[in-house]
């Protein structure tokens, strides 16, 4: 399971590490995985639980969700949520939504914002 996300202005990752339209799971010293999700400029953070049955989403890769067309597809059961938002546009838990962490671009890396409120 999930802990809580590390605090404000941590360093995720570089920018360059995400592809334009992919994803990148970020482990972290004390455990907590964090899904990136990146369209154009804007990056998108998530904590890496699916809301189907509480597991990380990356079944078969441990750096990366499968993704398409702006969407995550969690590998278990094939739930399937948007970049922008998490929300689950179809699947098991359709209606529900990944839990946000708020992400910024700092001269070329990906950080945790002012804001997290996932816990
Ligand atoms: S655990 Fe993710 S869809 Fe079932």
């Not at 996300?5 to 992919?22: K, L, M, R, T, Y």
Request: hydrophobic share 40%; net charge negative.
């Amino acid at each position: 399971m999930n802990g809580a996300p590390p605090p404000a202005g941590s360093i995720v990752c570089a920018f360059a590490e995400v592809a334009d339209g992919n994803s990148h799971v970020v482990t972290f010293a004390d455990g907590f995985e964090l899904i990136v999700v990146r369209t154009g400029d804007a990056v998108f953070g998530y904590v890496n639980e699916c809301k189907h049955l509480q597991v990380g989403l990356n079944l078969l890769d441990d750096h990366a969700c499968e993704t398409n067309a702006g969407t995550i597809l969690c590998q278990y059961h094939y739930a399937t949520y948007r970049f922008e938002d998490g929300y689950c546009i179809a699947g098991p838990c359709q209606g529900d939504s990944l839990t946000p962490v708020p992400l910024a671009v700092r001269a070329g890396r990906i950080v945790i914002a002012t804001g997290s409120a996932a816990k």
